[in-house]
């Protein structure tokens, strides 16, 4: 499966826990970007990187969450300390360039329960 | 900076219908637009998308939507409403830079259901 692969695809944690996301991109993609999907709503942008780079967290929470994508292994979201306004859907998805116009392709989400 | 209204949370269709979802988008610049569809429990799948020359845009599954700058809409059909079409649509836009990223935002979504 080529497929944008996101682990896991369930997570469950109790408030003050941390949370680790995992999302490996397309073979040859090495763009990768991170939403939140909260019930009844549309995806929100939360940051998006390139192998070691940062390029826009804009749409990041400036406490508890963090995101990195190192040069070899897949993308990770951490939230730490998580409440329970933190549980959603997470999804990334991957681009092969970093241009707008390019299709992203998207994994099957993590869906995030804070008990 | 960018941002994507679309009317109605929920749209009801019979089978053989045709289905109209309604995309309208603020854009400073000539934007990208794409419709994107979710199924239940499911990644985002692209349907379409508009980036320049030809304003309708024909995409998977029978859709199509076209691309009007003075209405600022990006409204999304097809002729006929399959069961399978029943999911969620997200319209999205981006700004249309050449060279350069910026990034996609999402509407709130459109869930589609299909009478029998």
């Known amino acids: 499966n080529a497929g944008v692969m996101q682990n896991p695809r369930h997570l469950v944690r109790r408030r003050g826990q941390e949370a680790r996301l995992r999302c490996s991109p397309m073979?040859?993609?090495?763009?990768v970007y991170w939403y939140r999907q909260l019930p009844e709503e549309g995806l929100k942008f939360m940051v998006y990187?390139?192998?070691?780079?940062?390029?826009?967290e804009s749409g990041m929470p400036k406490e508890r969450f963090s995101a990195e994508f190192p040069k070899e292994g897949p993308s990770i979201l951490r939230i730490q300390q998580v409440v329970r306004g933190d549980s959603a859907a997470y999804f990334c998805?991957?681009?092969?360039?970093?241009?707008?116009?390019?299709?992203?392709?998207f994994g099957p989400g993590t869906r995030l329960t804070v008990l | 900076a960018q941002s994507v209204t679309q009317l109605g949370s929920h749209v009801s269709v019979s089978e053989g219908a045709l289905v109209l979802l309604r995309c309208n988008y603020s854009?400073?610049?000539?934007?990208?637009l794409f419709w994107y569809v979710q199924y239940p429990n499911q990644g985002l799948q692209l349907l379409l998308k508009y980036t320049t020359g030809a304003t309708l845009v024909k995409g998977i599954n029978g859709f199509e939507a076209e691309f009007k700058k003075s209405e600022t809409s990006f409204h999304l059909t097809k002729p006929s409403a399959h069961m399978s079409d029943a999911a969620e649509y997200f319209c999205?836009?981006?700004?249309?830079?050449?060279?350069?990223?910026?990034?996609?935002?999402f509407g709130p979504g459109t869930s589609l259901s299909v009478i029998p």
């Open positions: 073979k040859g993609h090495s763009h």
């Open positions: 854009s400073s610049v000539p934007p990208y």
């Open positions: 990187l390139q192998k070691e780079n940062i390029i826009d």
């Open positions: 999205a836009v981006s700004v249309g830079r050449k060279t350069s990223y910026d990034k996609v935002i």
């Open positions: 998805a991957s681009t092969e360039g970093g241009h707008s116009a390019n299709e992203q392709f």
